[in-house]
């Protein structure tokens, strides 16, 4: 196992998450869109909020390298686009994937109407809490995400 498949970690191993407003995943990281995605935002906001790079699109970053749509509000930071939020937004700090890309396949298994699906999360995310995962968690918050990620839910 090389040390990519140690950035994340297994669903069975977290307790609980909730989004705590802190803005680090709209700070950290670069927002892939989809092609409806993008042209959703270009006729809303211009081609200028976004990028393209050698085969993907992005949202355009800020030269502190923050998403060009979060703003802050008191102390939390929120998104100017949750309207049309992309997916890839929505499904953070969650990965849902076919295979156990990330390893530990027994501890990120997620069965999902007959489907054998892996889900893993970014350790980054200030809202994990680990532990023995709550039933709240296991059935209703992990079932959102997996279902956002195959399109049930939007």
Request: aromatic share 16%; charged share 25%; hydrophobic share 40%.
């Given at each position: 196992m090389d040390t990519t498949e140690m950035l994340f970690v297994p669903w069975q191993?977290?307790?609980?998450?909730k989004c705590t407003a802190c803005g680090l995943c709209c700070?950290?990281?670069?927002?892939?869109?989809?092609?409806?995605?993008?042209?959703?935002?270009?006729k809303n906001y211009g081609v200028d909020k976004t990028v393209s790079g050698l085969?993907?699109?992005f949202i355009k970053r800020r030269s502190d390298g923050s998403c060009i749509f979060l703003y802050k509000f008191s102390n939390?930071?929120?998104?100017?686009i949750q309207h049309m939020k992309p997916k890839a937004c929505k499904l953070w700090?969650?990965?849902?994937?076919?295979?156990?890309?990330?390893?530990?396949?027994?501890?990120?298994?997620?069965?999902?109407?007959?489907?054998?699906l892996y889900v893993y999360a970014d350790p980054m995310c200030p809202g994990i809490r680990y532990g023995k995962p709550t039933y709240e968690f296991a059935n209703s918050t992990l079932r959102e995400f997996v279902e956002i990620a195959l399109g049930v839910r939007r």
């Amino acid at each position: 196992m090389d040390t990519t498949e140690m950035l994340f970690v297994p669903w069975q191993r977290i307790a609980d998450w909730k989004c705590t407003a802190c803005g680090l995943c709209c700070r950290a990281y670069s927002v892939v869109l989809n092609f409806q995605e993008w042209l959703n935002i270009v006729k809303n906001y211009g081609v200028d909020k976004t990028v393209s790079g050698l085969d993907k699109l992005f949202i355009k970053r800020r030269s502190d390298g923050s998403c060009i749509f979060l703003y802050k509000f008191s102390n939390m930071y929120l998104c100017g686009i949750q309207h049309m939020k992309p997916k890839a937004c929505k499904l953070w700090p969650f990965k849902v994937l076919s295979k156990p890309k990330f390893g530990y396949a027994d501890e990120a298994v997620y069965r999902y109407r007959g489907n054998r699906l892996y889900v893993y999360a970014d350790p980054m995310c200030p809202g994990i809490r680990y532990g023995k995962p709550t039933y709240e968690f296991a059935n209703s918050t992990l079932r959102e995400f997996v279902e956002i990620a195959l399109g049930v839910r939007r």
